[in-house]
């Protein structure tokens, strides 16, 4: 249960992998719809094995919780697994675990997601717990403190027992200074100790209502089936709260470039990273956007970009080096870029060579045959998707509750296609600015730098 | 609502038809309907084939028996580094050559290694097959391993093993497999370490490639397409210029050693890592399937399991609790995990002990029993829902020689387990329930009723 939210890991797979962040299919037949409650529909079909993908996606995240309450969104998740007046703590597992069904949850800063992998004879069964459990949730202090405590140990495995995520949680907290993206989905320790029973249920009441959802049927079903089993399923639930307008303080201009470092005796391997704050496709303007995924790929994605060519294999003072751009996000988001070193090199010199083909891309652009080449993998990665009803599902629950719309998902590649070399060397120019920066090493003891004695 | 059986047996079978005859409810009207073809290249190379035309997609993957195993024994993660080699430069390209043809054709090429075999991936467009099957060609029969190339290589996998030293499920795995199968290759660490890539030269890179790589050893599975006649001829294209045979070393069988035995390592988080292992049951043994449904009620994937219940949400001591069954080619293991609270880990391990012994000595319910068998049997079809899943079921049913008709068998044969068959491989696997257990963290001293 619970995994945190694909882009909850900051600079870890999930956030590189080309394409994940929207992809359209061609020649898919998405359709959408609305129910009276304000519940919103997509069906995709995949027809060829009788399985569906059933999710219902809210609009809440970490980023939509009240400051001194963070975790409270990811707490809920897990606490939506114990029952409901009409169906006890376990039952709903249980049917799953009996007609093999696959299901988990996952939160990020701006959503909330259940999903149950049923064969097509399943669907309506799991549709309709889903649907209790969207106002139905019972809750009684003997499954949620145990559960607080699962809490606690999903902290310490995913960040107090390493290095490198407590430096990526740091580096997060210094890149807002305003805005909740700076918490982490997971909360702060000590104010997950703090979370209660009536916290979550007050959160679930607010937020977890059918006008604050969308439901993505994707598999073996077709529209018409969707409709008629969401209308009658889902139409009876009741709309039990307004949801106002998700406005979050926004960032500040930002002026100055902020460093930071942390030293830990189990730390084998340095490393550095670097966020900038950045448009994200709700945000942006024009083909911005569009403009930072395709610089992410052409500065470091994979073996032939930028970074890897010139402190990988020409200048060798690096093991690794990459960049990621985490676009999917309703407000203002990261661009990262990170390097480990080869012994001898120093985090400073790694930095600086770094720096240096940030600069070059800035003030002298893009190839346009590099930029081919990363478009064409992009829209080649859209293709691929459309082999996994369960991506695809995630590509339009994820867009939904970010503030873009199907039609955009699908219009994506195109927009891809348009942009232009010098759009690229913009984006770089405009955002990849230290001033929006801030940068970490991940540093052993005996690799003393200026960073660590203050 | 009330709880439901499962959907009637008569509905799993129509669905494994299903995925048998993958697609055949395709909306695209002139999808071909697959099913799965043993095709025989002209050069003699079986391929396992499914004809999907619903996208314009390939799906390739293949193996060769061999793997980890064969590392010399002082050159752990020769087959890792080889396997990170191969798509570095070929033929006439270097590394940058060659990785740019891939990338100009969105083709995905890649290779890896675990310890019983050495695995190639390839996903591609189907109108840039023909340089998808080039470009592999050019990596299995002629990789340059370049000084450059392995310089740098070795820096990436040195980097990835010191950052591992501080993952403690890293941690606690490699020193399990070593206390459990010293002298022997499983012992080894499949990624190497310090000292044994450090040693690695290019000549071993060859030698390897040369012993390992050929066509006795090779099982290829194909999902996507394309018209057989074609397949046909791109694979011999790709894999018939290989040697004929490969020069495998002999792997002994082995059991699982050190059982009993409890070792902590040393790591400064706040969480102990718990990795827990025994003896097993090898995938063909006749009383696998039972093991199988009695582990899922123990330990296994859904939120069901014993395990789950007692040792998270009953108490809340861990965020993932789990027990498998591992098989190797010359092993079968039974093991799990958890991580939690330092001060508490003894009790978790009590826990998960005692849950062990009692499923040993009682086997599961009628009820639990009709469950994990309800749920393998219905989730199966989980597993062929997307044209990668099935290239990858379809390698994997070759490697474990279990026929191509086991996709029809399974769930026979999953249903057919009765609760004596259940008591039966308990009593093989679990009944001593002694287990080499290695904790990494710092865990408050154990209790003495922890004998083992």
New interface residues.
């Given amino acids: 249960?619970s995994a945190i939210a694909i882009c909850a890991a900051a600079g870890s797979a999930a956030v590189l992998l080309p394409g994940t962040a929207k992809t359209q299919p061609q020649g898919l037949?998405v359709s959408e719809f609305k129910l009276a409650n304000g519940l919103e529909v997509v069906v995709i079909?995949?027809?060829?094995?009788?399985?569906v993908t059933h999710m219902v996606w809210y609009r809440i995240g970490s980023a939509d919780e009240t400051p001194g309450k963070s975790g409270l969104a990811h707490f809920l998740e897990h606490l939506m697994?114990k029952g409901t007046e009409?169906?006890p703590a376990?039952?709903f597992?249980?049917?799953?675990?009996?007609?093999?069904?696959?299901?988990n949850a996952f939160t990020s800063q701006d959503y909330t997601a259940y999903f149950q992998?049923v064969?097509k004879?399943?669907l309506e069964?799991v549709m309709?717990?889903e649907a209790?459990r969207m106002t139905g949730l019972r809750l009684t202090d003997e499954v949620v403190?145990?559960?607080?405590?699962?809490?606690?140990?999903?902290r310490?495995?995913r960040t107090?027992?390493?290095?490198?995520a407590q430096l990526a949680e740091a580096l997060s907290a210094a890149l807002y200074v305003n805005h909740p993206y700076g918490r982490p989905i997971i909360g702060w320790m000590h104010e997950i100790r703090q979370l209660s029973r009536e916290n979550a249920l007050d959160f679930y009441k607010r937020f977890y209502t059918p006008n604050n959802a969308v439901l993505i049927l994707a598999?073996?079903i077709?529209d018409k089936e969707a409709r008629e089993l969401a209308e009658k399923i889902y139409g009876k639930v009741p709309r039990v709260a307004e949801v106002a307008p998700r406005a979050r303080p926004v960032e500040p201009e930002p002026r100055a470039h902020r460093r930071m470092s942390l030293t830990d005796?189990?730390?084998?391997?340095p490393s550095m990273s670097r966020y900038y704050l950045v448009p994200s496709y709700r945000t942006a303007t024009g083909n911005e956007a569009e403009a930072l995924e395709i610089l992410s790929h052409v500065l470091g994605g994979?073996?032939?970009s930028r970074l890897y060519?010139a402190l990988?294999?020409e200048k060798?003072v690096a093991?690794?080096a990459g960049s990621w751009y985490q676009g999917t996000a309703l407000d203002a988001t990261r661009f990262g870029v990170y390097a480990?070193p080869?012994p001898g090199t120093t985090l400073e010199a790694l930095e600086a060579a770094l720096d240096e083909v940030i600069e070059q891309v800035a003030k002298n652009g893009v190839e346009a045959e590099e930029v081919e080449?990363v478009k064409?993998?992009i829209?080649?990665?859209t293709?691929?998707s459309?082999?996994?009803?369960t991506t695809l599902a995630r590509i339009y629950g994820a867009a939904l509750t970010t503030g873009l719309t199907a039609a955009s998902v699908k219009e994506w590649p195109a927009k891809i296609r348009s942009v232009t070399p010098a759009e690229v060397q913009a984006a770089a120019k405009n955002w990849l600015d230290l001033r929006r920066a801030v940068t970490g090493y991940l540093l052993r003891p005996q690799q003393a730098s200026p960073e660590k004695r203050t | 609502?009330p709880?439901?059986?499962?959907?009637p047996r008569h509905?799993f079978l129509k669905?494994i038809a299903?995925?048998l005859a993958?697609?055949t409810?395709?909306?695209a009207a002139d999808a071909q309907v697959g099913k799965i073809e043993r095709l025989k290249t002209p050069a003699g190379i079986e391929v396992w084939f499914v004809r999907?035309d619903?996208?314009?997609?390939l799906?390739i993957n293949f193996a060769f028996d061999g793997g980890a195993s064969q590392d010399p024994a002082d050159r752990a993660g020769l087959a890792y580094m080889t396997a990170a080699m191969l798509d570095e430069g070929a033929g006439e390209l270097n590394?940058?050559a060659f990785?740019?043809r891939l990338?100009?054709?969105?083709i995905s090429l890649s290779y890896n290694a675990d310890r019983d075999t050495f695995r190639g991936t390839v996903?591609v467009?189907s109108e840039h097959r023909d340089e998808a099957f080039e470009l592999l060609r050019l990596s299995l029969n002629t990789p340059r391993f370049e000084q450059?190339a392995i310089?740098?290589i070795r820096?990436?996998i040195?980097?990835?093993y010191?950052?591992s030293?501080?993952?403690?499920d890293e941690v606690a795995g490699l020193r399990w497999f070593a206390q459990a199968f010293p002298n022997h290759p499983y012992g080894r660490s499949v990624k190497g370490d310090e000292k044994s890539i450090s040693g690695v030269e290019r000549s071993m890179l060859f030698d390897y490639a040369k012993k390992n790589l050929a066509r006795s050893n090779l099982k290829i599975a194909v999902v996507g397409s394309i018209e057989s006649a074609e397949l046909a001829r791109l694979i011999d294209h790709a894999f018939a210029k290989l040697p004929a045979k490969a020069d495998l070393a002999e792997i002994p069988e082995v059991k699982p050693q050190s059982l009993g035995r409890r070792e902590v390592v040393d790591?400064?988080?706040?969480?102990t890592?718990i990795t827990f292992g025994g003896i097993g049951l090898k995938r063909k043994d006749p009383d696998f399937m039972p093991a199988f449904v009695l582990n899922h009620v123990l330990g296994g994937g859904?939120?069901?399991s014993r395990l789950y219940r007692e040792v998270?949400?009953?108490?809340?001591?861990?965020?993932?609790v789990y027990s498998y069954l591992a098989t190797l080619d010359h092993s079968g293991m039974f093991m799990g995990g958890t991580?939690?609270?330092n001060d508490r880990a003894a009790e978790a391990l009590q826990i998960i002990e005692q849950e062990i012994v009692r499923i040993a000595k009682d086997g599961p319910t009628a009820e639990e029993l009709a469950?994990a068998k309800?749920?393998?049997?219905?989730?199966?079809?989980?597993h062929?829902?997307?044209?990668?899943k099935v290239a990858s079921q379809l390698l994997e049913i070759q490697l474990q020689e279990l026929g191509i008709d086991y996709f029809e068998r399974r769930n026979k044969m999953v249903n057919a387990v009765t609760a004596e068959d259940v008591r039966r491989a308990a009593k093989r696997f679990l009944a001593d329930s002694k287990l080499l257990v290695i904790m990494v963290g710092r865990p408050a001293p154990l209790s003495k009723s922890n004998g083992g």
């Avoid at chain 1, 079909?45 to 399985?51: L, N, S, W």
């Avoid at chain 1, 145990?146 to 999903?154: G, L, Q």
């Avoid at chain 2, 790591?267 to 969480?271: A, E, G, S, T, Y």
């Avoid at chain 2, 309800?374 to 989980?382: A, D, F, P, V």
Wanted: proline share 4%; glycine share 6%.
């Fill in positions: 249960m037949q079909p995949d027809r060829r094995t009788p399985v697994f009409k169906n376990g039952r597992s249980t049917v799953v675990a009996t007609i093999g069904g696959q299901e992998r064969t004879e399943n069964q309709t717990f209790d403190l145990p559960e607080r405590e699962v809490v606690i140990e999903e310490r495995t107090d027992n390493d290095p490198a598999g073996d077709d005796q189990r730390v084998q391997q994979g073996q032939t060519s990988v294999v060798g093991a690794n480990s080869r080449r064409t993998r829209i080649a990665s293709i691929f459309q082999d996994n009803q | 609502m709880l439901r059986r499962a959907a509905s669905g299903m995925a993958l697609f409810a395709s909306s999907d619903t996208l314009p997609i799906s590394a940058k990785q740019e990338e100009r054709r969105a996903r467009l450059e310089d740098r820096a990436s040195l980097a990835a010191r950052r030293l501080t993952n403690p790591l400064n988080i706040p969480q890592t859904s939120f069901s998270r949400e009953k108490r809340g001591l861990a965020y993932s991580s939690t609270r469950q309800s749920y393998l049997t219905g989730s199966y079809l989980l062929f829902d997307t044209s990668a």
